[in-house]
């Protein structure tokens, strides 16, 4: 049983959709990572979360915009998304120390996004 | 940027045979090293670290990987695998000094035929 999960599980959108992915870990850490996983491709680092401040926008579209109220929740909020968006979204948590040295993520089931 | 490479996009053993999966990175500094097994349908599991010590690391379900420094390299190996180790397995390093920076390989699928 993993400490972080995610909801919903599986998402269909039209294009002009808006919805929103949510994440919530139970383990206490205090960093939170928004990943892609798409078939045959590395997993895609989207965003990171330190102490609910974002220390890491790795070129993402600004179609998909991250919110983090607290160090225990994340939020993806998804708008005018294309097909190519679809995949399998993660989210991940860690205990972060400020030189990351010695992390180990822990990641949620994933929400399988399929965008029309 | 660093980057992660898993040679074996697909394996396909038989019960009882011996594992091992590459795993090659390209960073020149302290690096630290994981590997994530994904069961079908369920969600990445960490089975394996590696931070400093020994280079040899025992993880969870008998398996273990090997850091060589000199080769770049963090090897998964089990000595007899079973039908439930069938799963997609994914390499993936954290340089020191790049904070919260994880890199992952493209995975190698794993099915073990009873």
């Known amino acids: 049983e993993t400490g972080v999960t995610q909801t919903p599980r599986h998402l269909v959108m039209g294009m002009t959709n808006k919805k929103s992915l949510k994440c919530e870990q139970h383990?206490?850490?205090?960093?939170m990572y928004w990943y892609k996983q798409s078939a045959k491709k590395p997993l895609e680092l989207m965003f990171v979360?330190?102490?609910?401040?974002?220390?890491e926008n790795n070129s993402v579209p600004s179609r998909f915009s991250p919110e983090c109220p607290n160090s225990s929740h994340l939020f993806l909020h998804l708008h005018t998304l294309q097909p190519e968006d679809s995949a399998l979204y993660l989210c991940?948590?860690?205990?972060?120390?400020?030189?990351?040295?010695?992390?180990?993520?822990?990641f949620g089931p994933g929400t399988r996004l399929l965008v029309l | 940027a660093q980057s992660v490479s898993q040679h074996n996009h697909h394996v396909i053993l038989s019960e009882a045979a011996s594992l091992e999966l590459g795993c090659n990175y390209s960073?020149?500094?302290?690096?630290?090293l994981f590997w994530y097994v994904q069961y079908p349908g369920q969600h990445l599991q960490l089975l394996l670290k590696?931070?400093?010590?020994?280079?040899l690391v025992k993880g969870i379900k008998g398996f273990e990987a090997e850091f060589i420094k000199s080769k770049f390299s963090f090897n998964l190996r089990k000595p007899s695998v079973q039908w439930s180790d069938t799963a997609e397995y994914f390499c993936?390093?954290?340089?020191?000094?790049?904070?919260?920076?994880?890199?992952f390989g493209t995975g190698t699928s794993l099915t073990v035929i009873p």
């Open positions: 993936a390093v954290n340089a020191a000094g790049t904070g919260n920076q994880f890199y």
């Open positions: 960073y020149g500094g302290t690096v630290n």
């Open positions: 991940a948590s860690s205990q972060a120390s400020h030189v990351g040295i010695e992390e180990t993520q822990y």
């Open positions: 383990l206490g850490h205090n960093a």
């Open positions: 590696y931070f400093s010590g020994d280079p």
């Open positions: 979360y330190n102490f609910k401040e974002q220390t």
